[in-house]
């Protein structure tokens, strides 16, 4: 027993989640079955409480003219009771007149049948198929006879009997029952307009301490969501009832002017009947249509009347819902098209023709209340007119399922209301990190991301023939051929080259040449091969979340080929805006890196710019780099070697006063250093030294000077030069016997200088007299036969 007792609070908790299904179906079906019985008590209270809607306006209106709750509730209610007897009385009227001429429209329609059957075509086809038809009921009814009448003829002996007339009156109704008759079917609407009324005094009466007392019973103590929640549904509802009621004026007025002016009549009585018809969803028009069609056929001997008002009604539907609606609430109510059909059944079976009004504002409260209660979030769901997929998540979900022709239908939608960068920024790139994050969870397996990536490939080209044919189509000028001057390069897998796709189709539309290659181009035999004339920007798409690595390696292949291209890294699985992608960048030792393509693109248009300004820069072959490699593994230059090259570039930096000298080597292994700052400028001067300045040099295999970098255009936006606090670069390269650049020697200051023809000269003399002196392994006594005093540097 008490292992038992021990035992039963661990069970306990799990109960409420496993049956809370059950006892939300439970509830619900309760309630339906609570309303259904208490309908009687129920409807009036509805319909009070959405006249006290539309009253409320009126009794805060009175009531900052300082007049008394009491009489500004009694003065609204009693003029909402004159509006409707008003509108009763009208009405009523209307229908006696009506009843009045019936007499007369019933000869004008039975004129019109005739006519019907006389001029038909074919000589008379309904009086030739109406005469068939009654003599085929008199061969039934005779055969009837017949089959009847032997067995009479038999039992009277063959004589035939006059039938007796037999008449049953009712008696004569007495007094109580002729009243009861008549004031009976009077009595339920009585009592529902008494019980309305009263209804309505009291919630605008008590309005206020009503609020608080259903926030009370429905918050269960989150007073914030009970709150958003009376708020939200009194807004919807009093927004739908107010712009519902200004459509239906504007849809019954002028259809009771234009049947007046036709002929029609009666038409004030269908003028209002259209007005309050209306309210009820998509049938209320037609309904409110049949009265004053048949009228037209019973008034007018002809058919034009008839037309006319056929056509009066089409042309005050198209109007009311293209026009009117739109403007006025549009889809104010949050409900779709197919749950107010299906509320208008529902409510009409709950509580019969007061419900088929009642539908759309109490369903409008149904939809509030699952938006704030988790039990009931399935009605928001089902009924409300909201997406319950965001863009993303509908983009992928078409993706995933292979769905070209969807996922096609939904992007150029999306074009033809924003750009096509706006379409990738904000739907194409994040449907693809919903794969890719699948991917991390092992939730999708390799043939879904292949599937997910090929069919967002082809999205792109489909969306990019479509911008194209309407550019095309407003004349205006086609995208010009362009030198493929920026490479999209995938990082790793199928979504990365899905993403680079997208890049390369904005920057193309914008005039800018992009070619779009495979991750297989960033393996190490493939970069070597990689033909990089011409570009001007790499940029390197990733939506895994730690791409340093795989970055890092790329770049330093690509920055010796080629210093000047810019690189760029799309970390796709990133939050646009936030401060890692500086750290990023500066563990990447990439020129930027972004999470917003719009960002990309519009820094790597400005770099084009700049490219085109500065004309072409150079690079090194795939095969030159490898000669080069090879050249200065052949000098056997080994740590020892390398270090004994520190006191010579000391020696440069003294014999032009500048306070940094260094000696680069293709390999990119740390190079060796001279400088007369402290300690810490040389670390910072030292740490990742991968210079576009030195590359620049190597692969133009010339000399290279800049006295002011901040104003060179090939260097003035290349963070790794002026993070460092370079200010005057001049390099000279250093060229073995055969030819071969295998590194450069050059001078650095943190101040802008001038640097003359005589100190370039003395700089190009040092590197080859360095370079001597390495091939001859005589590094210790490069310098001796230069005499340093003939050198004088310039301040």
Known sequence: MAELASASPQRTPAMPAASSP????????LAIGGLYLGRE??????????LSFVLTPLVNWLRRWKVPRIAAVLIAVSMAFIVVTGIALIVGRQLVQLASNLPNYQTTITEKIHSLQTSAPG???????????????????GDEKKSGAAPSRLGAGGQNQEPVTVRMEPPQPRPLELIRSVIGPLLAPLATSGLVVIFVIF??????????????????????????????????????????????????VPIGVALYFVGVPNAILWGLLAAVLRFIPYLGPFLAAIFPVALA?????????????????????????????????????????????????????LWGPVGLFLATPLTVCLVVIGRYVPQLEFLGVLLGSDPVLAPEEQLYQRLLAGNLEEAVEFAENYVDECTSCE??????????????????RSSIDTNYRRLVADTAISVVREVDDHIREKASSAEEPN???????????????????????????????????????????????????????????????????????????VFRRLRRRAPHVKLIVCCWNLIAGTDQTEELKSQMAAHAVFASLKACTEQVEAWIGRAAARGEAPQITAGAEQAQLAALRGLGLDTAKRQALDEESRKVAQAFGVPIALVSFVDDIQP??????????QAGLQGNHESPLDAHVIAAEDMLVSEDVTEDPRFADDHRVLERGIRFYAGAPLKTTSGHVVGCLCVIDTQPREFVDRDRHRLLDMANQLMVAIQSNETTTVFSSVRMQEVHPTA
Request: charged share 15%; aromatic share 8%; proline share 4%.
């Open 297 to 349: 056929i019973a008034v007018d001997p002809g058919w034009t009347m008839l037309f006319w008002v056929v056509g009066l009604f089409l042309t005050a539907e198209l109007i009311s819902n293209n026009v009117i609606e739109p403007w006025l609430y549009g889809s104010s109510t949050g409900l779709s098209s197919l749950a107010i059909i299906i509320a208008a059944i529902f409510w009409t079976m």
């Open 672 to 681: 060796s250093i001279s400088d007369s700052r402290p300690q810490e400028v």
């Open 41 to 50: 008590i129920f409807v009036p209270f509805a319909l009070a409480i959405l």
């Open 203 to 252: 919630v605008l009466l008590e309005r206020e301490d009503l609020r608080d007392r259903f926030i009370k019973l429905a918050g269960a103590g989150d007073l914030q969501k009970s709150t958003q929640a009376i708020n939200d549904a009194a807004s919807r509802v009093s927004r739908y009832l107010l712009m519902q009621l200004v459509v239906n004026l504007t849809y019954g």
């Open 123 to 141: 000589g008379g086809v309904v009086d030739a198929v109406t005469t068939t038809m009654q003599d085929l009921g008199r061969e039934l009814s």
């Open 22 to 29: 059950m006892l939300t179906a439970g509830s619900i079906v």
């Open 479 to 553: 995208h010009m051929a362009q030198r493929p001057c920026v490479l999209c390069l995938a990082g790793r897998t199928e979504l990365d080259h899905a993403a680079a796709e997208m890049l390369a189709q904005v920057l193309q539309e914008r005039n800018i040449g992009a070619k779009v290659l495979p991750p297989i181009v960033v393996s190490r035999g493939a970069l070597e091969q990689l033909d990089l004339q011409g570009v001007d920007v790499v940029c390197l798409s990733y939506f895994h979340q730690q791409p340093q690595v795989y970055a890092r390696y």
């Open 423 to 440: 379409l990738y920024d904000n739907v194409g790139i994040p449907a693809l990190r919903l794969a890719e994050n699948d991917r991390q």
